[in-house]
């Protein structure tokens, strides 16, 4: 099933960082488990292949987390044939029903199964349907992720910048973020993260700062590596170390990506990202999530009806499969945190920026998803 190669993750011809490799077919990603200090590609073979490697996290990031599951079911429907329409949407549905148990709280899988369970079931229903055209259809929907994907994250990045030059009123801003939500947590530029890369684009980037992300480090391993690679000046700090970094760093703005965010605002992200947004209204620095519209549920009025996931305790008692923790501790290993909207100040959408009207705690996402509605591109 892995097939590991040493070629590097850096599309140096065109500067780009590729933790999703698919073509004709093929797909393959960075085993992100390994970063930073080895960049080994797994090829993802089938929907087995792609379910695991999102459980076990070697791709995580909730974008990413969609684009792979989907790009898994699309390399099987490659080397598949089928009796029927009806056999095609059959096993279409029940791959998806498979990829949704693999990881919870990020809700752009289930954005991305739904959409594509309803669509080949359309297709299948159609008047003399074949099973290719339920394939050559799916597989059309599941091949523009990934650039509707990179689309959505420089229209955040732009609005993003835009938003936090203009409640700072400052020209060069200082920037920290939680976790990581750049190009390996997306099809590629980042949400988040795609913020701190525009504003450094223009120039307009003092300085960004990422903390470590305990338990598992995706700061730490995967932000600075990124932020390393291009060059962006930035320091990595500890997550216990963010009240003292406002205090005394001089923080414009702090921008975090979302795994799922809910119809008033309420935002699931990495876990420590609540303490981050409590730290930050404290010291009033302006609070953004950062985040497509694939993560809006509009579903779930609010963030107590999010499930969280929860993780094995190793990831808190070792590092790299080294224990440092004490023999026997319990442990307890939540994956995210919801961070209420009465801490957030604006959530940056590829189709803008969502504020909540005035006077109110709470943001309003069905507004605002009616609204820009005709923006709409997937
Ligand atoms: C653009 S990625 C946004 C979020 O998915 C990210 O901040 C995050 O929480 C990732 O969690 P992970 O557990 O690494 O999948």
């Not at 390996?184 to 504003?199: E, N």
């Not at 929860?310 to 442990?331: Q, V």
């Not at 009616?370 to 997937?378: M, S």
Request: hydrophobic share 45%; net charge neutral.
């Amino acid at each position: 099933m892995t097939s590991p190669s040493t070629a590097p993750s850096i599309n140096m011809a065109e500067n780009k960082l590729e933790a999703i490799r698919y073509r004709d077919g093929q797909l393959s990603i960075i085993n992100q488990l390994k970063l930073p200090l080895v960049t080994e590609y797994d090829a993802i073979s089938s929907v087995q292949d792609g379910w695991d490697a999102i459980r076990e996290m070697r791709v995580r990031g909730a974008p990413a987390i969609a684009i792979v599951a989907a790009l898994s079911l699309a390399v099987e429907l490659h080397k598949r044939t089928f009796a029927s329409a009806g056999d095609a949407a059959a096993f279409i549905k029940t791959s998806l029903d498979h990829l949704r148990t693999s990881r919870p709280t990020a809700v752009n899988l289930f954005e991305a199964a739904n959409k594509l369970e309803a669509l080949s079931a359309k297709l299948a229903a159609q008047e003399g349907a074949t099973a290719q055209q339920v394939v050559a259809g799916t597989l059309a929907k599941i091949e523009g992720m990934m650039a509707a994907d990179i689309a959505d994250n420089r229209a955040i990045g732009k609005h993003g910048a835009e938003a936090i030059l203009a409640k700072t009123g400052k020209d060069k801003v200082r920037i920290l973020t939680h976790c990581n939500t750049g190009s390996l947590a997306t099809a590629q530029y980042g949400t988040a993260l795609g913020v701190i890369r525009c504003l450094h684009e223009l120039g307009s980037l003092d300085h960004a700062f990422c903390t470590e992300t305990r338990p598992y480090n995706q700061g730490a391993r995967l932000t600075a590596y990124e932020l390393v690679t291009e060059k962006i000046p930035s320091t990595l700090v500890a997550d216990s170390m963010v009240s003292v970094l406002m205090k005394e760093k001089d923080i414009s703005a702090v921008v975090v990506g979302a795994d799922r965010v809910v119809a008033n605002g309420d935002t699931a992200n990495k876990i420590g990202t609540y303490q981050i947004a409590i730290a930050a209204k404290h010291h009033g620095v302006p609070f953004y999530v950062a985040a497509p519209i694939t993560s809006v549920d509009l579903d779930l009025p609010d963030g107590s009806h999010i499930v969280i996931e929860e993780r094995k305790g190793d990831e808190l008692t070792h590092i790299f499969g080294k224990r440092l923790a004490a023999p026997g501790i319990n442990t307890w290993n939540p994956a995210f945190d919801v961070t209420p909207a009465s801490l957030i100040t604006g959530i940056v959408t590829e189709r803008g920026v969502v504020k909540k009207p005035d006077g109110a705690p709470e943001f309003d996402m069905h507004a605002f998803v009616q609204e820009t509605r005709d923006q709409k591109r997937i």
